[in-house]
């Protein structure tokens, strides 16, 4: 495998705020994309493959399956739980090694300073993004294993966590802000 280089003090000056926003967000919907196909892609196979349905019109169970739903929950509770986590230890991180190149005098200036931040935010959205989506396949798998709908209403709320880590131009701008201000 190919090794990453690490980018030029010249690139991290060179990014735009507006460029790596919008890469930020194509990359958080493809995320969401993702969940919400392989969803259509259970909901298919679940209930396109509906045996006669039992009394009360539930979809008859997989049998014996249910810990996996229960694992399933709790995975949505720790993914949820460590999106925000992981995601500020990553960002917090990030942060010291900007300002520590910022009081060594290490870097090329505030332009670079600045694209290093802008890195360090799109880290922090992608770390916090995929911990859930990983929640929401697992109860996706969950769904198509016991045919219960509760690790499907777990996917939509896993759905709503990733809405609330989506990137937009205010959110960015104020983390943005507040980084820069600590560095003063």
């Keep these: 495998?190919?090794?990453?280089?690490?980018?030029?003090?010249?690139?991290?000056?060179?990014?735009?705020?507006?460029?790596?926003?919008?890469?930020?967000?194509?990359?958080?919907?493809?995320?969401?994309?993702?969940?919400l196909s392989f969803a259509g892609v259970a909901s298919f196979i679940v209930f396109g493959n509906v045996r006669a349905a039992q009394p009360g019109g539930q979809v008859p169970a997989a049998g014996g399956s249910e810990i996996i739903m229960y694992m399933a929950m709790g995975?949505?509770?720790?993914?949820?739980?460590?999106?925000?986590?992981?995601?500020?230890?990553?960002?917090?991180?990030g942060v010291k090694g900007v300002a520590k190149m910022a009081q060594d005098g290490t870097s090329t200036g505030p332009k670079e300073l600045f694209g290093r931040l802008l890195?360090?935010?799109?880290?922090?959205?992608?770390?916090?993004?995929?911990?859930?989506?990983?929640?929401?396949?697992?109860?996706?798998?969950?769904?198509?294993?016991t045919k219960s709908l509760i690790p499907f209403a777990i996917v939509a709320g896993l759905l709503a966590v990733m809405a609330i880590h989506f990137p937009t131009k205010m959110k960015l701008a104020r983390w943005l802000e507040e980084q820069q201000r600590e560095l003063s």
């Design 1 to 35: 495998m190919p090794q990453q280089k690490e980018m030029t003090p010249e690139q991290y000056a060179a990014m735009e705020p507006e460029k790596v926003l919008r890469m930020m967000q194509i990359i958080a919907g493809a995320l969401i994309a993702g969940v």
């Design 75 to 93: 995975f949505a509770v720790v993914g949820v739980v460590m999106s925000f986590v992981m995601s500020n230890l990553v960002s917090a991180n």
């Design 119 to 145: 890195g360090v935010a799109q880290a922090k959205m992608i770390i916090a993004m995929a911990l859930v989506e990983g929640a929401a396949f697992f109860n996706l798998i969950a769904f198509m294993t």
